[in-house]
Nanobody, 115 residues
Framework: QVQLVESGGGSVHPGGSLRLSCATS????????MSWYRQAPEKERELVASISTVSGSTSYADSVKGRFTISRDNAKKAVYLQMNSLKSVDTAVYFC????????WGQGTQVTVSS
């Protein structure tokens, strides 16, 4: 049974930090490019960050470059998103993804940045 389970969301003040985790099972994690997407209310889902399988090369949306860091642990079959210097515009539901838009998805975790 394929599972992607996000955790670590919550409410923080602007400038704060959160670390999202995505625990996975049921598929060959190390062979999938892993990504974090987010969807704010009344907006389309957008790609936040991705990390490749072997080399671990990363890519980020311009809006989060320098503030967010994606990482993965193939032994633990997990992917992480460290989010620093959070802004109100980062408020969204964050989704863990394996293999792109037509791939595998978690249920999402809410991140709220508000003063």
């Amino acid at each position: 049974q394929v599972q992607l389970v996000e955790s670590g969301g919550g409410s923080v003040h602007p400038g704060g930090s959160l670390r999202l985790s995505c625990a996975t099972s049921g598929f060959s994690f190390s062979t999938y490019r892993m990504s974090w997407y987010r969807q704010a209310p009344e907006k389309e889902r957008e790609l936040v960050a991705s990390i490749s399988t072997v080399s671990g090369s990363t890519s980020y949306a311009d809006s989060v470059k320098g503030r967010f860091t994606i990482s993965r642990d193939n032994a633990k079959k997990a992917v992480y998103l460290q989010m620093n210097s959070l802004k109100s515009v980062d408020t969204a539901v964050y989704f863990c993804n394996a293999g792109g838009l037509k791939g595998l998805w978690g249920q999402g975790t809410q991140v709220t940045v508000s003063s």
